[in-house]
């Protein structure tokens, strides 16, 4: 069964940084593009970044381009997510979530983990 | 306001049929570029029910499908249950900027 968990969340002044990690299981990880997700408080989903199965290719939102880095251990089947400069605004519960065809990389994303959540507050 | 725009509630009947849109631009659906679909219960993660416009993932049932035109995609429900009561998401990519992945702003389904 493939699982994913999220782990890393909490509360974070201004300004602060932040690693997350998603663990995976039950799938070839490395075969697979990996993407976080995040969702704020009443509003909707948000496609954060996204990484290639290799490493390789990585991709941003606007919104966090410069401040967060994606990354991915495949020897380790983790995937990370560093975030700097964090605002009230990168507040949301962070998901982590796998494509659905090995080897591509076009955000099907079939398999979420329960979230992760991370607040920016003073 | 998302680059992809869906109504904020549908509502509908125990076995009737409902239809979500998802409008979006000559940068991301009318590219084109594929759309996804995707059901949120609150409280549990995100599921994946329609990719590529029209096609279904191993389990999800054939009351769910997905269709795209032009600048638009629709998922369409039949047979309703209550059990669809939930958010609805749409999801493809904007080749705007340096270009990502974006979701529409969803859409509550009631079942009455």
């Known amino acids: 069964e493939v699982q994913l968990l999220e782990s890393g969340g909490g509360l974070v002044q201004p300004g602060g940084s932040l690693r997350l990690s998603c663990g995976t299981f039950?799938?070839?990880?490395?075969?697979?593009?990996m993407h976080w997700v995040r969702q704020a408080p009443g509003k909707g989903l948000e496609w954060v970044s996204g990484i290639s199965n290799s490493g390789a290719i990585t991709y941003y939102a606007d919104s966090v381009k410069g401040r967060f880095t994606i990354s991915r251990d495949n020897s380790k089947n983790t995937l990370f997510l560093q975030m700097s400069s964090l605002s009230a605004e990168d507040t949301a519960l962070y998901y982590c979530?796998?494509?659905?065809?090995?080897?591509?990389?076009?955000?099907?994303?079939?398999?979420w983990g329960q979230g992760t959540q991370v607040t920016v507050s003073s | 306001q998302s680059v992809l725009t869906q109504p904020p509630s549908v509502s509908g009947a125990p076995g009737q049929r409902v239809t979500i849109s998802c409008t979006g631009s000559?940068?991301?659906?009318?590219?084109?570029?594929?759309v996804q679909w995707y059901r949120r219960i609150p409280g549990t993660a995100p599921k994946l029910l329609i990719y590529?416009?029209?096609n279904r993932p191993s389990g999800v049932p054939d009351r769910f499908s997905g269709s795209r035109s032009g600048t638009s995609a629709s998922l369409a429900i039949t047979g309703l249950q209550a059990e669809d009561e939930a958010d609805y998401f749409c999801?493809?990519?904007?080749?705007?900027?340096?270009?990502?992945?974006?979701f529409g702003g969803g859409t509550t389904l009631t079942v009455l």
């Open positions: 999801q493809s990519w904007d080749k705007k900027l340096s270009g990502s992945w974006v």
């Open positions: 979530a796998k494509d659905l065809r090995p080897g591509r990389n076009y955000a099907e994303l079939d398999c």
């Open positions: 039950g799938f070839t990880f490395s075969s697979y593009a």
């Open positions: 590529a416009n029209t």
């Open positions: 000559n940068s991301n659906i009318g590219a084109p570029y594929d």
